[in-house]
């Protein structure tokens, strides 16, 4: 069983920064890949980053490829995420997720573990 709890969310001016961050309990979490995903008011929960188990294979949605960063501290448990030139088009809630795999996936379908999520909002 993994539980995963982001943080770092906020409110933040288009062009700023935020660093998202994903604390996950559970012995074997360093051997999961572990994904963003987020969510607008409206619109269907959508991919954004992911990250195998040992940091070798990081993907990125077009959208904010070239300004968020995924990364992982396997020691401390914990996935972050590095969103620099935000925009408001990023304002959403954005949730961890893990399925039990060394690999991630864009499909949010075969997620086994959800975060609570955190708010991102971000002002134009």
């Known amino acids: 069983q993994v539980q995963l709890v982001e943080s770092g969310g906020g409110l933040v001016q288009a062009g700023g920064s935020l660093r998202l961050s994903c604390a996950a309990s559970g012995r074997t979490f360093s051997r999961y890949a572990v994904d963003w995903f987020r969510q607008a008011p409206g619109k269907e929960r959508e991919f954004v980053a992911t990250?195998?188990?040992?940091?070798?294979?990081?993907n990125y949605a077009d959208s904010v490829k070239g300004r968020f960063t995924i990364s992982r501290d396997n020691a401390k448990n914990t996935v972050y995420l590095q969103m620099n030139s935000l925009k408001s088009e990023d304002t959403a809630v954005y949730y961890c997720?893990?399925?039990?795999?060394?690999?991630?996936?864009?499909?949010?379908?075969?997620?086994?573990?959800w975060g609570q999520g955190t708010q991102v909002t971000v002002s134009s």
């Open positions: 997720a893990a399925r039990g795999s060394a690999y991630g996936s864009s499909v949010p379908q075969t997620v086994r573990y």
């Open positions: 990250i195998s188990w040992s940091s070798s294979t990081t």
